[in-house]
């Protein structure tokens, strides 16, 4: 598993990101792209901030109990 951390930040890959959010890649880019996930680039490499996914995970969840 590619696990990037610095610290106490955990940055995953696209594709770790798509399984744990259990997804398609497409949706992937379309979040990404309309602002609801941000990822980091790091030469043509993409990452997603874990605590960043939770917290939208967390906050999306909230809306629509």
């Known amino acids: 598993q590619e ?3 610095k610290g ?3 940055y995953l ?3 770790e990101t798509v399984e744990l959010l259990k997804i398609d890649p497409s949706t992937l880019w379309s979040w990404t792209k309309k602002g609801k996930l941000n990822s980091y680039g790091i030469s043509n ?3 997603y901030h874990k605590k960043e996914i939770i917290d939208y995970l967390k906050s999306n969840q909230l809306k629509h109990r």
């Open 3 to 5: 696990l990037h951390e």
């Open 13 to 15: 890959t696209r594709n």
């Open 8 to 10: 106490n930040d955990v």
């Open 45 to 47: 490499r993409r990452y």
